[in-house]
């Protein structure tokens, strides 16, 4: 749990640094025992603290989505960490 909380305190963080606004975000969960013991634990924190739940189509509809990047390394990077790479300075707020 701290730790899938703490993955989405570094999203926002860095969706605000890197695109000057919150982006709609994509939380991948893979099944397995563990995250589905926790999941209404995890879901009850998310609410609280004031996310809701969206369709994967509605959140991919986010203009964040559509900024071209290449990364292709070696490395597990978020969308955001990649568009960190893509992005040389922060994006203006209106887009």
Known sequence: MEHILGQVQGAETLSG???GRQ????LLLHANRLNGRFLPDLLRALA???YTFISLDRALADPAYSIPESYTGSKGLSYLERLAIAIPAP???NE
């Open 17 to 19: 640094r890197i695109l």
């Open 23 to 26: 982006v709609r975000q994509i």
């Open 48 to 50: 609280e603290r004031g």
């Open 91 to 93: 994006l203006p707020a």
